[in-house]
């Protein structure tokens, strides 16, 4: 799966040079796939793969490639990729595909495929997500911008849409193949589990990043740097601890959490639990193992 | 209901003037509300008169009390009330409810009340769209802080999120009596009248609003403004006069979007179809007639 992953992100020009394309085999996006949904179809897989794909080829490019400097710059982008999302994916001859570019083209292909193989109501939450993740990036780039290092309050809320976890969460329910409806997913207990889950995933990334992005000075949007308010120095190590302290936390609350819903025996629940289960040891795994973290 | 509108707000904290009061009576949010959706349960047309008074005081928080004059300034408020979106308006013990205050607690409000009338698709579309909303106040405040003019593609996207049409719409099929489902929200044409609906109400806005805010020099969302690029002068007249050809333009397009709908007879679009066609003639009507332009 993971040559295939990357033949699509070529065939849909994603991918414009060889240190582009190592920097994309190297963060591994089929093998993060895998780990969040074993077993499936193949064409669900792939699609999960790819979506993963479409969001490492945008973060690197506002993050390494200088899109994510500021948010005049990277604003009449995410406006054309919201206006494909609007029509979710289908084509159209106005000047929003030509802004889009490339990345434009893949997110429809994503829209597309999710349409196919989903229900209306997966790709409208398939859709939203993205949109909040594309709308997330504008927060970012404005703190590039100022150097400005966010209150940890108002970073963990923002990282669950930057992390992009709540599409990905989607796409692995429907590799799965068991979609959680709606009265599911406003259930309280189910809605704790599914924040818990969330925050799970982009910490254990922050902290296994934390080093590489501190070495680079590259980003201030980490749990570790967000804890130690922007400082350097002696905080470090006092601001990793806290930030592992604060995942174990949550680990054990989501623990908590799983057995009470399991506990009730819906199966509806059960494919939920799962993917939001998976995602976290995925994350995990994937970034001991991941080149992209070397 | 219009007092009662008022006495919301209010009971909420969300005036703490005789200024803001006279700002919010002269908006008249439910006299919108009310040519929203001339009929329907009292319950239900005042939750949606109560939604547009929290946006009313949220535009003008931003707009003419300075909080949205940068994304930095903002994205404090703007995450905490997030936090009340991701529990559906749960009480909350966390730091959430202390920074967002009045208005986080006014949401809070709103989304139990969503909740209690409409159904779960229901509530995960309110709160999608006041999301949205709220994270295209910061793409706002970014162009504010550095007196940027967008282009006009990139304008005409982040307007649909900035107006809180979608949001508003969800809450007048609720006060109709019929929610679209998600297979007639992801049908094709009704995706393409909802784009020209939510367009027209934010043009017409614009439009009536353009006097205004250009004699204020209050701001530069204004489809006007934009279709001048920032200048002012001499190119004033012909981008208030290709700004109106724009809305003429829309108009007829939803017109015949609208026809080919109601054709095919289908129940579940009529009162979809109601509801957009409503807010388009609410809309112009109430600009006409409201204060808030005088």
């Known amino acids: 799966m993971a040559q295939q992953s990357i033949e699509w992100a070529l065939s849909q020009g994603l991918i414009n040079s060889g240190h582009r394309l190592r920097r994309l085999r190297g963060a591994d996006p089929a093998g993060l796939a895998g780990r969040a949904c074993p077993e499936g179809p193949t064409d669900r897989l792939r699609l999960l793969a790819d979506l993963i794909s479409w969001l490492f080829v945008m973060d690197d490019a506002c993050d390494e490639d200088g899109l994510g400097a500021a948010p005049t710059l990277l604003a009449p982008t995410v406006a054309a990729l919201l206006d494909v999302l609007d029509v979710h994916g289908a084509s159209t001859d106005g000047p929003a595909a030509a802004t889009a570019g490339p990345p ?18 997966l790709l409208l939450r398939f859709v939203g997500g993205v949109r909040d993740y594309l709308l997330a990036l504008l927060w970012e780039a404005a703190n590039r911008e100022h150097g400005r290092v966010p ?16 599409p990905s969460f989607a796409l692995t329910e429907l590799a799965i193949g068991t979609l959680s409806g709606a009265a ?11 924040l818990l889950a969330a925050d799970l995933v982009c910490w254990c990334n922050d902290l296994f990043s934390y080093g590489k992005e501190n070495l680079d000075q590259a ?25 592992a302290d604060r995942f174990n936390e949550s680990l054990s609350a989501y623990l908590t959490t799983e057995a009470a819903l399991l506990a009730s025996g819906d199966d509806d629940l059960r494919s939920a639990v799962t993917a939001r289960r998976n995602w976290i040891r995925a994350t995990y795994d994937w970034s001991l ?3 992209r973290y070397a």
Chains 1, 2 share one sequence.
């Not at 259930?187 to 599914?194: G, N, R």
């Open 219 to 243: 980003d201030v949007h980490n749990l570790v740097v967000v804890i130690a308010g922007g400082r350097s120095g002696r905080d470090e190590s006092s601001a990793l601890r806290a930030a």
């Open 184 to 194: 599911s997913r406003t259930d309280p207990a189910l809605v704790a589990l599914d």
């Open 104 to 121: 434009g083209e893949a997110l429809g292909d994503l829209c597309r495929r999710v349409s196919a193989a989903g229900t209306p109501a």
């Open 289 to 291: 193992a991941a080149a």
């Open 151 to 166: 209150e940890v309050a108002e970073y963990v809320q923002m990282r669950r849409h930057t992390g992009a976890v709540h």
